[in-house]
């Protein structure tokens, strides 16, 4: 499945960003979805995923309670709302979709990523 990633951009602390995912190709329903996010000289980590039904959702301690990861499958499309962001929040976002094992907390467990948006917390 092709997956491109959007709604990157600069904000400050406390600001929010709604992250969008929209996939073409085969069944989008059939697959996992997570989000991953790298930071400059650190390793990509995973951030928040979800079952192919979007009812079974995983996220890192980091972000739980500020960002919800959804789905619409008839849309073909994930989000992630980041509200109460930080500068530690800074980094790339890319979306991921594949068949892990739930929770499905390593990028290995993806098949296909999107090109990345860029995420800016200025303090």
């Known amino acids: 499945v092709q997956l491109q990633a959007s709604g990157g951009g600069s904000v400050q602390t406390g600001g929010s960003l709604r992250l969008s995912c929209v996939a073409s190709g085969r069944a989008f329903s059939t697959y996992g979805m997570a989000w991953f996010r790298q930071a400059p000289g650190k390793e990509r980590e995973f951030v928040a995923g979800l079952n192919p039904s979007g009812r079974i959702t995983y996220y890192a301690d980091s972000v739980k309670g500020r960002f919800t990861i959804t789905r619409d499958n008839a849309k073909d499309t994930m989000v992630l709302q980041m509200n109460s962001l930080k500068p530690e929040d800074t980094a790339v976002y890319y979306c991921?979709?594949?068949?892990?094992?739930?929770?499905?907390?390593?990028?290995?467990?993806?098949?296909?990523w999107g090109q990345g948006t860029q995420v800016t917390v200025s303090s």
């Open positions: 991921a979709a594949g068949t892990p094992k739930l929770p499905g907390l390593r990028g290995d467990e993806y098949d296909d």
